[in-house]
Nanobody, 121 residues
Framework: QVQLVESGGGLVQAGGSLRLSCAAS????????MGWYRQAPGKQRELVAA???????NYADSVKGRFTISRENAKNTVYLQMNMLKPEDTAVYYC???????????????WGQGTQVTVSS
């Protein structure tokens, strides 16, 4: 059974840092491209960072130079180090495969519970 469990969110002041973690199970993690997505209130979910099975990374322009995605295949875990946080980074952050997992007979997108990141000004 697929499971993605995000953790590490919280409340931080602008300019601060957080490190998010995501533990994955039920997928062949080592061959899966992974991503961190976020959804702010009233906005669509967006992909902010991605990492291939080989370790190549890609970032949204809004987080480039501030966020770093990494993975630890031995632990089936993907991380997001977030530095120089801004109020506009406030959102619920989710990890998923890239593209997102689809499960069940209707191939519904699967999402974990996410982790809330709130950046105060």
């Amino acid at each position: 059974q697929v499971q993605l469990v995000e953790s590490g969110g919280g409340l931080v002041q602008a300019g601060g840092s957080l490190r998010l973690s995501c533990a994955a199970s039920g997928i062949i993690f080592r061959i899966s491209a992974m991503g961190w997505y976020r959804q702010a209130p009233g906005k669509q979910r967006e992909l902010v960072a991605a990492i291939t099975s080989g370790g190549s990374t890609n970032y949204a322009d809004s987080v480039k130079g501030r966020f770093t995605i990494s993975r630890e295949n031995a632990k089936n875990t993907v991380y997001l180090q977030m530095n120089m946080l801004k109020p506009e980074d406030t959102a619920v952050y989710y990890c998923n495969t890239d593209p997102p997992l689809r499960v069940g007979p209707r191939l519904t997108e699967y999402w974990g519970q996410g982790t809330q990141v709130t950046v105060s000004s």
